[in-house]
């Protein structure tokens, strides 16, 4: 499957300290990827999660399929490991053909996966808006300084 890791967890990749409590990825959109994506949401038993209700999600209607996903621009689920966030179109993005271009290749573990690189991952705070996102982009723009001067993506 092809996706871009965002927000908290790609931050946490490119080292900040900030811990989250969820694993947000943007898919390629392509049809075979989002039946790759669906199915691994059947996989792990992802249903639906409305925020501040984390603890009464609700399934879908059928198994996820590709047209599961019909117009949503994101969907907040919970799975058996946890929270789980799918972005198509992260605010202030054009999606994953947008963050791939300038994504950072990053092992984690045994896996290489493509992280947002920073300096999208602060537009998209940015364009969210709101303060808690606002909050976080002092350390982000400290890190991004650090990661210039140690010449790092």
């Known amino acids: ?76 689920l919970t799975t058996r490991f946890g929270f789980f966030d799918v972005w198509f179109r992260p605010d202030g993005t054009g999606g994953y053909d947008d963050l791939i271009r300038n994504a950072i290749d990053a092992e984690v573990g045994p896996i290489s996966v493509k992280v947002a690189h920073l300096d999208d991952i602060v537009r998209n705070k940015e364009a969210i808006g709101g303060p808690k996102y606002l909050s976080q982009l002092p350390l ?6 650090r990661r210039r001067e140690q010449d790092l993506p």
């Open 140 to 145: 982000l723009r400290e890190l991004q300084r």
């Open 1 to 76: 499957m092809r996706f871009v890791i965002v927000g908290g967890v790609a931050e946490r990749i490119l080292g900040s300290p900030r811990v989250t409590d969820d694993f947000d990825i943007c898919p390629a959109i392509a049809r075979t990827n989002l039946e790759r994506l669906a199915s691994i949401l059947n996989e792990v038993d992802a249903r639906f999660r409305a925020e501040g209700l984390e603890l009464e999600a609700f399934s879908p209607p059928e198994a996820w399929n590709a047209n599961s996903f019909g117009s949503f621009t994101s969907i907040a």
